[in-house]
């Protein structure tokens, strides 16, 4: 434990709250870390003499004679190549047995990178899944969640994302993970071999929630630190920012804050923003891309959790069960990567923007039809080719354990395109159409 | 407020950016001070002032801040500096040229010079010694890129004056006096080419404001055919996420008719900023052929930038399309998202323990949005020339849900509503206004009516309300078809649905991101709505419901490539053709 000769030590604490615990003491900075009766704690508010302090691990047993030491400094994590293939916890100490990590101190948290330092992002990360790669193209410098339902596999589909991305780094941030999610991430990067380009930083549901609040900050100071001082491209997984946002609300109610919408603090989207925006291109070459997990309650994305997060990130990855085909996929109309037009046609082949179009525009016929259907009606034959169309898209392209490169998942749609419909149907502009239609 | 001595004090509590300050002598609400950290000085902003207390919203981080720290009270309010180069600037919220920073990241107390005090301008006299002149009042000109940029008499300047001097036609720095003026009582003031005005008050060194009244063309066809802006207009686009606000709105500012194009990114993402830094460089003005940069300034103070100067950021935009709304110009205003600002308002109002209104927002929200609002408008000025602010702002509706108190009150501000539907988006039916909720209240001005028929022809207003009606019959149609099937419904009823399809695939939706589809001018929106129109007004012979279908899909097809083809080019006409040989083979002959 840091301690130094001249610190100075309190012993009585005013008051104690389930999250925060308050004591008179001078010459104390914002933001400033602090050990209390063992726990790190960081300071949230100064009124005059009176301190608070938030305690990460909560503040069960704390006495009123407890034991309060100043740091002198905000939360900070070492940075050096040390960090590769290295498990930390939420305060960037080692939980995999191995050595501490000599390296250079940083303040985690740290500024905003200027707007005009920015690079405007134009790399496309291939994944082989077409419900990303041929709809929603990821772009490096992105960030971008997953929605899903709590019980669906997006921990798995993120690791099979992150290992086929041809990035330098990929850096996990845990919160709240299982510890049966947590020992399935470091077997899978432990089998794909790539453990020394992967670094960790992980809170379980074993931890205290509010420690997970340093979670995202310590995975992104480590991720500007390979982007900016070493140029590498970083992807930065965080998952499960719902528990991260269920976090603040948890501080900020027991600070007395008011609550704004479905409990959570007014400030969510800063504080979502805050995060997100760390995903950048430099110029340099460097950048971070983050991909993010935003569990849903019951599909319901206006929730202020998932809302907040779909007004901060580019776009956002739907996952659905499929019934028809058993399958899980990602869903092509509440599916969006925002940074897509950047890339697609241009790195890819040019009739990818209006293939991706039609083949979406045609599976939404299909689900009018369904609903018809549903309601007792006859169908056309339009309608039943639309449906037999839908159910091979969804099976051939959009499932999430399709993985093929991008020329095929076009391929494939122009099959889909000629078996079922005509090329009016189709309605893609007629110079392209002459050039791929498949007879 | 100028003092002799500044007021100081020294910090006494802080929570996040909400700082208490003890005073020791007069402070003002909305006073700026800085607060000494170290060798940092951190601006900031009194919100509020309770006997020797003053609350200052501070535009930095605080982290390390320290109760005892000290801090000055500057004595004016928060103000951004007026002059020529402010043209392709990127500044942040409070006016910093972002450029000028040093490093990638941003630093914490730097603050850098909106203007170059070095450089050279060509100045020409537009006043005469003896003339009279008044706040805002055009001294002489300097062109800025390709805009004439008039000098005036700082508005800050509030009585009669006379000029005594000015220099000569020739090249000045910014700084140096270029006229002397008196007032009555023989006091002299020198005047540059820079004046200083405060953000938050509105400039008014014009005559008087009439209602719009002239057509302010964008290029989209949802707004200019169905619900159109006006100079000096104001509107509104609020929507889901994702449903297209940003996109929109960049489409306007790259189309408009504007002299210049202010966009304000507030508290939205830095990608979409660097966006335009990187397209705009490139980008012509089709009217002017020069780049579109040159035309347009940038007041970035994206999410992750302080939440307090993303509240000032809306205002410093508006006070820069004030100053040069008084040089006769025809600006528009962008600001994305006004519901940022709003939640910036929320996040401090939380902070000084005030009683929420709804959504935990202050009270007084309608208030200041409406203000705000109504800083836009045409107007006179006093030489007779006229100016415009038009101003769009977007909303996003917590939830999606449009009776949130951000996009209510808007509401009563705008005279626009271009709402985004979440349904029109997911079918990518782009740009995804809801042409049926939406309005422009301007189309019920009865000088907005005499201005469309004076340069669009008797007919239009009368096209336009009709494709209106097509399109909610066909809404009604399809509602009708949902609920008794295909076969159980008059055959009418598939011809009124797909008449409105028609409209829907070939006026509404418009293509952002094709070279030729994303602006399309007014003479050709007028030559394709009377097209549409006048197939929606055929007569079919159609033998069942499959063959409506059907039919009007070729047609929208052909309809399409002629939006994607040049105006009039062959391609364009060879598709006519073709379109016309269609209708009229299945057309009713009477
Ligand atoms: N006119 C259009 N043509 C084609 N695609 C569009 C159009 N408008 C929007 N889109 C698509 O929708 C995406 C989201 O649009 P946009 O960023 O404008 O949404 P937004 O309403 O501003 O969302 P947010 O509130 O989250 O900022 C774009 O990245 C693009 O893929
Ligand atoms: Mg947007």
């Given at each position: 434990m840091e301690r130094q000769a001249f610190q100075k030590i309190y012993t009585h604490l005013t008051n104690i709250t389930k999250a925060t615990v308050?004591?008179?003491?001078?010459?104390?900075?914002?933001?400033?870390?602090?050990?209390?009766?063992?726990?790190?704690?960081?300071?949230?508010?100064?009124?005059?003499?009176?301190?608070?302090?938030?305690?990460?691990?909560?503040?069960?047993?704390?006495?009123?004679?407890?034991?309060?030491?100043?740091?002198?400094?905000?939360?900070?994590?070492?940075?050096?190549?040390?960090?590769?293939?290295?498990?930390?916890?939420?305060?960037?100490?080692?939980?995999?047995?191995?050595?501490?990590?000599?390296?250079?101190?940083?303040?985690?948290?740290?500024?905003?990178?200027?707007?005009?330092?920015?690079?405007?992002?134009?790399?496309?990360?291939?994944?082989?899944?077409?419900?990303?790669?041929?709809?929603n193209s990821l772009v490096s410098g992105q960030k971008i969640p997953f929605f899903a339902d709590p019980d669906q596999p997006y921990n798995q589909v993120m690791a099979s994302v992150a290992l086929r991305a041809k990035t330098d780094k990929i850096i996990l941030g845990g919160m709240g993970l299982t510890n049966d999610d947590y020992l399935y991430f470091k077997n899978v990067f432990e089998n794909a071999g790539a453990l020394e380009k992967i670094i960790s930083f992980v809170n379980t549901t074993d931890n205290p929630p509010v420690e997970?609040?340093?979670?995202?900050?310590?995975?992104?100071?480590?991720?500007?630190?390979?982007?900016?001082?070493?140029?590498?491209?970083?992807?930065?997984?965080?998952?499960?920012?719902?528990?991260?946002?269920?976090?603040?609300?948890?501080?900020?109610?027991?600070?007395?804050?008011?609550?704004?919408?479905?409990?959570?603090?007014?400030?969510?989207?800063?504080?979502?923003?805050r995060i997100y925006e760390k995903a950048v291109q430099f110029p340099s070459g460097g950048s971070i891309t983050i991909i993010a997990v935003t569990t849903l309650s019951g599909g319901d994305i206006t929730h202020a959790i998932p809302d907040n997060t779909g007004y901060i990130t580019e776009g956002q990855l739907f996952l659905r069960r499929d019934t028809e085909i058993g399958k899980v996929i990602v869903d092509p109309f509440r599916s969006l990567s925002r940074l897509k037009q950047l890339v697609i046609g241009k790195q890819t082949r040019e009739d990818h923007p209006q293939v991706m179009n039609a083949a979406i525009r045609l599976y939404a016929d299909a689900s009018n039809a369904r609903t018809k259907m549903e309601n007792g009606f006859d169908l056309t034959d339009y309608d039943e080719r639309t449906l037999e169309y839908?159910?091979?898209?969804?099976?051939?392209?959009?499932?999430?354990?399709?993985?093929?490169?991008?020329?095929?998942?076009?391929?494939?749609?122009?099959?889909?395109?000629?078996?079922?419909?005509?090329?009016?149907?189709?309605?893609?502009?007629?110079?392209?159409t002459e050039k791929y239609w498949k007879n | 407020m100028e003092r002799k001595n500044k007021t100081t004090g020294k910090v006494v509590g802080i929570v996040a950016n909400l700082v208490i300050v003890e005073t020791n002598g007069p402070v003002a609400q909305n006073e700026i001070c800085f607060i000494h950290l170290g060798q940092e000085n951190l601006m900031a902003e009194v919100i509020k002032i309770v006997g020797i207390k003053a609350y200052v919203q501070v535009f930095e981080s605080t982290r390390g801040l320290k109760v005892g720290t000290s801090v000055t009270f500057e004595g004016h309010l928060l103000e951004v500096t007026l002059g020529p180069g402010i043209l392709s600037k990127n500044y942040d919220g409070l006016q910093n040229d972002l450029d000028k920073m040093k490093g990638v990241f941003l630093t914490r107390g730097e603050y850098t010079d909106p203007l170059e005090r070095d450089s050279l301008w060509n100045f020409s006299p537009i006043a005469k010694v003896g003339d009279t002149v008044y706040a805002g009042s055009w001294l002489g000109e300097v062109m800025e890129n390709s805009i004439p940029?008039?000098?005036?008499?700082?508005?800050?300047?509030?009585?009669?004056?006379?000029?005594?001097?000015?220099?000569?036609?020739?090249?000045?720095?910014?700084?140096?006096?270029?006229?002397?003026?008196?007032?009555?009582?023989?006091?002299?003031?020198?005047?540059?080419?820079?004046?200083?005005?405060?953000?938050?008050?509105?400039?008014?060194?014009?005559?008087?404001k009439p209602r719009p009244f002239k057509l302010l063309e964008t290029g989209v066809r949802c707004i200019d055919t169905l619900n159109p802006?006006?100079?000096?207009?104001?509107?509104?686009?609020?929507?889901?996420?994702g449903t297209g606000k940003t996109v929109l709105q960049h489409a306007i500012s790259k189309q408009a008719e504007a002299d210049i194009v202010i966009i304000a990114a507030c508290g939205e993402r830095a990608n979409e900023v660097v966006e335009i830094f990187t397209e705009f460089p490139e980008l012509e003005d089709p009217r002017t052929g020069r780049k579109l940069i040159e035309r347009t300034i940038i007041i970035a103070n994206t999410s992750n930038m302080p939440v307090a100067a993303r509240e000032a950021s809306v205002y410093t935009a508006m006070t820069l399309a004030e100053y040069y709304r008084s040089m006769g110009l025809k600006i528009l205003l962008m600001a994305d998202s006004t519901s940022r600002w709003a939640q910036a308002l929320r996040e401090m109002s939380n902070r000084l323990?005030?009683?929420?209104?709804?959504?935990?927002?202050?009270?007084?929200?309608?208030?200041?949005?409406?203000?705000?609002?109504?800083?836009?408008?045409?107007?006179?000025?006093?030489?007779?020339?006229?100016?415009?602010?038009?101003?769009?702002?977007?909303v996003s509706p917590a939830g999606g849900n449009l009776k949130e108190p951000v996009t209510e009150s808007t509401r009563k501000a705008a005279r626009c509503f271009y709402g985004l539907s979440q349904a029109r988006a997911d079918s990518k039916r782009y740009p995804a206004i809801d042409a049926i909720e939406s309005y422009s209240k301007y189309l019920e001005y009865p000088e907005v009516q005499t201005y469309l028929e004076k340069n669009l022809g008797k007919e239009w207003l009368g096209q336009v309300l009709q494709a209106k009606d097509i399109l909610l019959r066909g809404k009604e149609a399809m509602e009708q078809?949902?609920?008794?099937?295909?076969?159980?419904?008059?055959?009418?009823?598939?011809?009124?649905y797909w008449k409105s399809e028609l409209i829907d695939f070939i006026i509404l939706q418009q293509d952002a991101f094709d070279k030729i589809d994303a602006s399309c001018p007014m003479n050709r929106q007028q030559y394709m709505l009377t097209s549409v129109l006048k197939v929606a007004n055929t007569e079919f012979k159609f033998d069942g419901f499959e063959e409506i279908g059907g039919f009007f899909k070729s047609i929208i097809n052909i309809y399409k490539q002629m939006n994607y083809s040049e105006f009039q080019s062959e391609k364009f006409t060879q598709y006519e053709s073709e379109l016309n040989t269609l209708v009229s083979n299945k057309q009713v002959n009477e």
């Open positions: 308050t004591l008179e003491a001078g010459d104390v900075g914002y933001e400033e870390m602090a050990i209390v009766h063992g726990r790190l704690a960081q300071v949230v508010k100064i009124m005059g003499k009176m301190i608070t302090l938030q305690v990460f691990s909560g503040t069960e047993g704390i006495p009123t004679d407890a034991e309060i030491l100043f740091l002198g400094r905000p939360p900070q994590l070492k940075v050096s190549d040390e960090l590769s293939g290295r498990f930390f916890n939420a305060y960037g100490d080692p939980i995999d047995g191995g050595p501490e990590i000599n390296g250079e101190i940083r303040d985690i948290g740290s500024p905003s990178v200027n707007p005009v330092r920015r690079k405007q992002p134009s790399q496309l990360i291939a994944t082989g899944i077409a419900g990303i790669d041929l709809n997970r609040l340093l979670i995202p900050d310590m995975a992104l100071t480590a991720a500007e630190y390979f982007a900016v001082d070493k140029n590498e491209s970083v992807l930065v997984l965080l998952t499960d920012m719902t528990l991260f946002a269920d976090a603040l609300s948890i501080v900020s109610n027991r600070m007395d804050q008011i609550p704004s919408k479905d409990s959570m603090p007014g400030s969510l989207y800063s504080d979502l923003a839908a159910k091979a898209y969804s099976e051939k392209l959009l499932a999430i354990d399709v993985n093929v490169d991008t020329e095929t998942m076009l391929s494939i749609s122009w099959d889909l395109f000629s078996t079922h419909f005509s090329k009016a149907e189709v309605g893609i502009k007629a110079a392209i | 940029h008039k000098i005036m008499v700082p508005f800050k300047l509030e009585k009669k004056y006379t000029v005594r001097s000015i220099v000569q036609a020739g090249t000045y720095t910014v700084d140096t006096t270029i006229a002397t003026i008196k007032d009555d009582e023989g006091n002299e003031i020198a005047i540059s080419m820079v004046q200083k005005w405060p953000v938050k008050m509105p400039i008014k060194a014009y005559d008087n802006i006006t100079e000096g207009g104001t509107g509104f686009i609020p929507g889901p996420f323990e005030e009683l929420p209104g709804p959504d935990a927002f202050p009270m007084d929200l309608s208030a200041v949005i409406s203000n705000f609002y109504a800083r836009a408008g045409f107007v006179y000025l006093p030489n007779g020339t006229t100016g415009s602010i038009t101003f769009i702002g977007t078809i949902n609920i008794l099937g295909d076969d159980s419904v008059p055959l009418v009823f598939h011809d009124k």
